[in-house]
């Protein structure tokens, strides 16, 4: 936004971390809207068992937008984040003595806040699949209706992605503790390999679980 408007930069600590603040919620919502499509896809499949095609049909249909756009949404975050920093790094440098301030020790607490909340938005989603996994198993069982087929592999996936909560966690961590030195010395720049690294991995996630919905894979 502050491209499109042409407002003025600079390499102020609260502004990078506006911006990091605005690209972990572009992730989260990203994640949360295809795990949204992969759980319609789940309930497609119920739904297909029980003779309603045609629900059927518009839960599958659903679940494959919801894919796409939850994978668009991943890639536009990274390439506003791309954008938006480089756009910050042309500014001004502020003075050391606006960085060592108390505003900016609780900006970064609300950082560290966007880390925890995307980590556990990621590790519920986990464990939502998981769960699913083992309804359709009591579901073989009770109708005898074989479903393996459809969920041999929503474990691994739902494991997969608790390790990428779990990950996020450890590394919203490790960023705010970095993120304190560096304002207690004055000085302040986000680790913006960090943030590509980890859009990436959400990214690629998000495309894998779009193929898993759309059956390309």
């Known amino acids: ?22 690209y972990l919620s572009y992730l989260r919502f990203s994640i949360l809207v295809v795990g949204f499509g992969l759980g319609l896809t789940k309930i497609e ?9 045609d629900i059927a049909e518009f839960l599958r249909s659903g679940a494959g937008v919801l894919a ?41 607490e609300r950082t560290f806040l966007a880390w925890i909340r995307t980590a556990i938005s990621i590790t519920v989603f986990g464990f939502v699949i998981e769960k699913f996994e083992f309804f359709l198993v009591q579901l073989d069982r009770i109708l005898h209706i074989s479903t393996r087929v459809h969920h041999e592999r929503l474990f691994s996936i739902g494991a997969f992605i ?31 390999w960090l943030y590509k690294v980890y859009g990436f991995i959400i990214f690629v996630t998000c495309l894998t679980l779009a193929f898993y919905i759309l059956e390309l894979i």
Request: include cysteine; aromatic fraction near 10%.
């Open 68 to 108: 796409v756009i939850g994978t668009l949404v991943a890639a536009l975050g990274l390439f506003s984040f791309y954008k938006t920093m480089n756009y910050i790094g042309c500014g001004e440098q502020v003075d050391k003595k606006e960085v060592v301030d108390p505003r900016i020790y609780m900006a970064a």
């Open 162 to 192: 608790i390790g990428i909560g779990v990950i996020t966690l450890i590394l919203g961590t490790a960023n705010f503790y970095r993120t304190i030195n560096q304002v207690d010395q004055g000085y302040y720049r986000t680790n913006v």
């Open 45 to 53: 499949m119920v739904v297909r068992m029980m003779g309603k095609a």
């Open 1 to 22: 936004m502050e491209i499109y408007k042409r407002l003025p930069s600079l390499r102020e600590p609260r502004l990078y971390m506006a911006t990091e603040r605005t």
